[in-house]
């Protein structure tokens, strides 16, 4: 039985897993436009990539990465003598950011999973960002987990995501952000969240950034967009 539920799970992991890639891979070009053009946006990736408190020639590594969009602002932080690898399962968003950093040599986007990170074993990371991404995870706090893992002692950890907002203007800006996520939400997860993906995804925010927290001492604690973006960042002790 219990041989049973695990397969199932692994099943509905991997309908998800195609899913996303075949949700962003077709709408690549638009999501790129969001990623890059929407309002307060820009300014948050810019905060992101400060929170990982890099150093030049440090190494990052952006799970989750997309069309690229974060990538520019943290090769700015590791300068020309630094490492910043992308990681995304979706080919076409990294066709977009392997355009977006053409011009950089020791920018890589690579094609694999962020919670099963193609990284030699002996990999010296700095700073792991993930925007937008944890949401999309099955066991997002445990992926937090196994990042904190991977920087080590004095690495850093940072998240971005949007989760419904507490702010006392909350209740327009909640019913932009639901319907945000049901049209972003790829169609196999949101048949599994029924008509209430967006609790779901709270939770799931939650539990990661509550994790990141746990692990690390705060080094970013942020509202952004109208208090519908938060941005967490960490240092291991
Ligand atoms: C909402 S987009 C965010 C992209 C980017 N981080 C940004 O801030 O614009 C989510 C991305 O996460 C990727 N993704 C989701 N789960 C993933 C996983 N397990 N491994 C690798 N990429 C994943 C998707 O392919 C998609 O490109």
Known sequence: MA????????????????????????WADLYD????RTPGIPKLRR????????????????????????????????????TVVGIDFTGPVLERARELTAEYDNVHVVRGDA??????ADS??????????????????????????????GGRVVLANAASSREWY???VNAVFRAIVVLSTPPTTKLRYEDDP??????KIRAAHARL?????????????????????????
């Open 3 to 26: 041989g049973l539920r695990s397969r199932l799970r692994t099943l509905r992991r991997e309908a998800d897993a195609e899913s996303a890639q075949e949700f962003y891979g077709r």
């Open 33 to 36: 436009l969001v990623a890059r």
């Open 47 to 82: 905060r992101g990539a400060a929170a990982c408190r890099l150093e030049p020639g440090d190494t990052v590594v952006e799970m989750g990465c997309g069309t690229g969009a974060n990538l520019p602002y943290l090769r700015e932080q590791v300068g020309s003598e630094g």
């Open 115 to 120: 919670t099963q990170p193609p990284l030699a």
């Open 124 to 153: 010296d990371v700095d700073a792991v960002l993930a925007t937008f991404v944890v949401g999309m995870l099955a066991d997002p706090a445990g992926a937090v987990d196994d990042w904190c893992d991977l920087v080590g002692p």
């Open 170 to 172: 909350a209740p327009p």
């Open 198 to 203: 967006h609790r779901r995804l709270d939770e």
């Open 213 to 237: 927290r746990e692990r690390s001492t705060a080094v970013a604690d942020e509202r952004h967009v109208f208090g519908v973006v938060r941005l967490t960042g960490g240092k291991l002790e």
